[in-house]
Every structure is written in C-alpha cells, then in structure tokens.
C-alpha cells in the first residue's frame, strides 16, 4: 500500500500505540483523585503538559488538552468571541479555513458578530495589504491557518502577528497541517490549534495554546480540569501519547523534512511534464508536504479511485470536502473554474514515504490518465 493521503490522518507511530496502551492499561485512576494512585496519574499528565511546553517552547500553564483540531479552532474563536464582545464584534479570517473555522465564524455572525473573509491571491495565499485594510478599531480576533489543508499554501502569519502586536485584537492560527513541516514563531501570536492524527499520534488528541494572561470563555463546564476551560475526566493516557508523538516528529526533523522535500520535488518535476495536468500548488509559496492538481477532463473522485485499485491512496482536495463531494473553496478561492476545482486530487506526504512510492505513483497515474482516455475516446 502507498499512502499519500497524511493531510487526511497519518498511521499512528507504533511507540505511540505502545505508550497509549501502557498510560491507558497501568495508570487508568482519575488524576483528581486524592488517593496517591490519582496523584501518580495527576504527575504524568502534567509532565505531558511540560514535555511539550518545552518542545514547542512556550509555556505549560498555557496549554489546554483538547481532542483534536476542530475543538481547538471551536475552543479559540467562541472563547475569545464571548469572553471578549464588550471590547468589539468584529472578527477577521479568510476565505480558505477548515470547516471547524468557516462554521464557527457563521455561527458567531448569527450571534450578532461581523466577520470579515480575506480573499487569496491566484497561489492561495492572503495579501498583507488586504488584512490591514480589514483591520478595524473594534476586531477582536483574526484567525488565520498557518498552512492551507487543500493546496499547501503557506500564509503570512508572521508578518500578520507582527501587525497585530500594537491592536487589541487576539492573534488565533490554525496549525493543524504546518505542525512539524514549518517553521513558526510563537512570539506574536496568542493562541494555536494542534492535532495529534496529523502527527502521527491518536485521534481524539490536540492542543489548544494559549498564551499567557489571554482569557476564554469556558467550552465545557463542570469539574474544573484544563483550567476550568474545558472540564471533563482528563485523558493522560492520549496526552502521554501526544507528548510521545510530537516528540518523535521533532526528532531527526531537518533530515526528515530534506527527504519530504525530496520526494516534493521528484513529484513536482514529473507532473510537470505529464500532459493535461495543471498543479494547483505554486512551489515558491507552499509546504513542503502538500501538492494539489487536476488532470483535464478527469473528475478527482475518478482517479481516487481508480489509484486506490493500485493500493494507492490520495484525496480529493480534502476529506471533508471530498466526503460532501464539494468543489475544494480553495481552489475557488483562488479563482480556479468549477470545472478544475471539482477535478482536483491532492497528495499529502509524511516523514514516513520514501522517492521509490512517489516514483510507483507517477507510474501509476500515468496508466490511469492513459486508460480512461482510451475507455472516453
Ligand atoms: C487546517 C485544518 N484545520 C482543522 C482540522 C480539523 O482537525 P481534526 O481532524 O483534528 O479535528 C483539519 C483537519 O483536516 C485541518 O486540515
């Protein structure tokens, strides 16, 4: 089997799996429990907590455990929205977010909120210009994904923090597919949505940072945990396993990321010489392990699955997307026809794929392209 569909979830590291079982089967007490087996339970999850403090340089105290990306993204933008409305009800993020973005913000527009959506340019990726022309007296959150999930376009959340650091405005990035593959600096921004199944790790595992002295409303009430943010039983079995899998992928990261980048460019060189595909994805501008195309004249759901009669497993655009069978917004976005964004497949590669897959791959698709040619001719 080939998979090149990581953007989606990635296989779990077995270390992972081993560590999940052994928290989960050894040290199953409640870590609010007084007796000293809670306690022992109490310490491992807060060491969780610290071991990716450091890994991620920022705090302990300033990370919540959450079960996964979409609850971070709903955590950050109802919890500033409600926690904040009396400063101002405007909110600012782009045309390109995840569900568990897009959703949310419509919901907060039905609570009486204004949301300004920052357009793309033809790569994917906002203008600077564009944001600070939305930036208004009374925005109190811009929220914005550090990597697109469809195209891999990288957004300037850099530059975006660094306009942000003299405006009351909450800084919010959505790091589900750049944790690990790109760089990030901490400094300006307030609060960060990671997902432990796009690291290798479970689902049912994310973080929420949050950075010190900003305050949220409570998602879920009743006994307090996670700072009395999201309360419910903790779960230090998936945290441990969290810790463990973030780890691992900061482990060996430049060599690993050098043969992502490798594998990246094997693809893109080949595709660019395949006749009828136009790849979506600008190299200058994207990550370095998502690549988008369409062949003309192809539907994506047709290659998927005629790739996936070869043990190859690629995506359309997106899961969610491709799940509702939805043309990728992305690529609309980014003023792609109906035509080609309902067309498009998307690759996504992890530390785990190796140039002799991606080389099966290009062989693969090439039959596929030539076969169903000769079946429409
Ligand atoms: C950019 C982005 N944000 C959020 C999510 C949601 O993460 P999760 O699947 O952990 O809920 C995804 C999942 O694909 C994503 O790609």
Redesign the pocket.
Known sequence: MIYLDN???TKPYSAVLETYTKVASRYFANPSSLHAFGQKVRELHEEARKQIAQLLKVRSDELIFTS????S?NLALKGIAYRYKNRGKHLITTQI??P??KEVMRELEKDGFTVTYLPVDENGVVRVHDFEQALRKDTILVSM?H???EVGSVQPVQEIGHRLRAHQAFFHV?N??GMGMCELEMNSIDLL?I????LHGL?GT?LLYKKKGVELHPEILGGGQEGGIRSGTENTAGAVALAKALRLTFAEKTNKLKQVLAIRDYLLQELEQMKGIRIHSQKASIAPHILCLSASGHRGEVLVHALEQKEIFVSTT???SSKAKLASSTLKAMGVSDEEATGAIRISLSYENTLSEAEQFIGALQEVIEKINEVVK
């Open positions: 953007s989606a979830t996964g990306g979409t609850e993204n977010e995840h568990s973005i994904m990597v697109n999930n959505d589900i597919q949505s997902s432990g199944h796009k689902r994310g997106s899961a969610c």
